[in-house]
């Protein structure tokens, strides 16, 4: 399991570095259920405030719902989504 920080979510979902939000993408794509990322109940809280600069309020609700349901990545405190041979990523 590899652990994810604030920056690494935050280029991913805001994509506004030219260098690190591919970089974030190519190793959100690398996770599986079987190789999950772990994201921290703070990462998720840190993360939703970085993006109130820059997103509504609905737009940030969704890429946490979307993180949340993710199998490729374990949050503290979440469910856990089965993995299984037609889980996508």
């Keep these: 399991m590899i652990g994810l920080d604030t920056c690494v979510l ?3 979902i805001l994509d506004d570095d030219a260098v690190q939000s ?3 993408a190519g190793l959100i794509a690398s996770l599986t259920c079987q190789r999950p990322g772990y994201v921290s109940t703070a990462v998720i809280l840190e993360l939703a ?3 109130q600069r820059r997103r509504s309020r609905p737009e940030i609700i969704r890429a ?3 993180l ?3 199998r490729a990545l374990r949050v503290e405190g979440g469910f856990k989504s ?3 041979k ?3 990523h």
């Design 10 to 12: 935050a280029r991913l």
């Design 22 to 24: 591919p970089i974030a």
């Design 49 to 51: 405030w970085v993006m």
């Design 64 to 66: 946490i719902y979307r």
């Design 68 to 70: 949340l349901r993710s």
């Design 82 to 84: 089965k993995c299984n």
């Design 86 to 88: 037609n889980s996508m």
